[in-house]
Nanobody, 118 residues
Framework: VQLQASGGGLVQPGGSLRLSCATS????????IVWFRQAPGKEREGVSC?????YYADSVKGRFTISRDNAKNTVYLQMNSLKPEDTAVYYC???????????????WGQGTLVTVSS
């Protein structure tokens, strides 16, 4: 099982980024896929999850959108109206259930850094 997050970068407040999670080694439908983030000095926070439904943490609801392309084995996280408090390393992970913002994850790979700053 492999997951690789990409698409992070430096963006100004109010800007947008789209993160991608490339997966391999398993059938994408078998697991829920969670996007979680880790900021320095803060607890890990699950921000969005997709299984048969889509779920969002309160902190990102209305601003982030999760989607999945089974043909490409890829999950996306579209992030709009970004705020400085969204700054973190973002990871994608497999999970047996979508529990936000705290959950148990099975596998995850390297994350991608998102920095929101003017």
């Amino acid at each position: 099982v492999q997951l690789q997050a990409s698409g992070g970068g430096l963006v100004q407040p109010g800007g947008s980024l789209r993160l991608s999670c490339a997966t391999s080694g398993f059938t994408l439908d078998y697991y829920a896929i969670v996007w979680f983030r880790q900021a320095p000095g803060k607890e890990r926070e699950g921000v969005s999850c997709i299984s048969t439904k889509k779920y969002y943490a309160d902190s990102v609801k209305g601003r982030f959108t999760i989607s999945r392309d089974n043909a490409k084995n890829t999950v996306y996280l579209q992030m709009n109206s970004l705020k400085p408090e969204d700054t973190a390393v973002y990871y994608c992970a497999t999970a047996h259930a979508c529990n936000l913002p705290r959950g148990l994850y099975n596998y995850w790979g390297q994350g991608t850094l998102v920095t929101v700053s003017s």
